[in-house]
């Protein structure tokens, strides 16, 4: 897996992704992003997934973001059919969807989390799941290589 991310030499900033192929090096990555302020947030692909553009572009993507200290984390998947270990895949594009609640309470005093930093697009309430089902979800995907099915998903038109 690739995990572009901001650390003290820019990794996420244009720089090369950190590459993971352990769970160990999967948490130590999650807790790092966790304690250290992220301008925008982190991007993870799969390493043996089709390439776009002259291979210069993963197909799909996989954005985060999430709060230790409030306990919290969400997911934003994007990608062909075929990213989605349950989805049809003899239709044509892709899709986008995000993590699902498996139950909303509102947040009245919990931070916001990010889909994107620049324009200000938070996770709505209902994408908000406990930090261990996200990170169950992460090393989910880091072992298939497909949207993680711990997490139940909702569609979305935000990617």
Known sequence: M?????RDDSCGDGGEPEVVTTQEALDRILDYIQDHPQPHPPVLT???R???MDGRYPDHEVKIDANRHAGIGAILCSGPAD???DADVSGEGGDSWMSLAPTVHPRTSAPALYMD???RTKFPDNAVVPLELWRA???ELLETGKRPTCVQWQETDVF
């Open 2 to 6: 690739n995990i572009w991310y901001y």
């Open 46 to 48: 799969v390493r043996d």
């Open 50 to 52: 089709p390439r776009l």
């Open 83 to 85: 990213f989605a270990p």
């Open 117 to 119: 930093k620049a324009t």
């Open 137 to 139: 979800a992460l090393h």
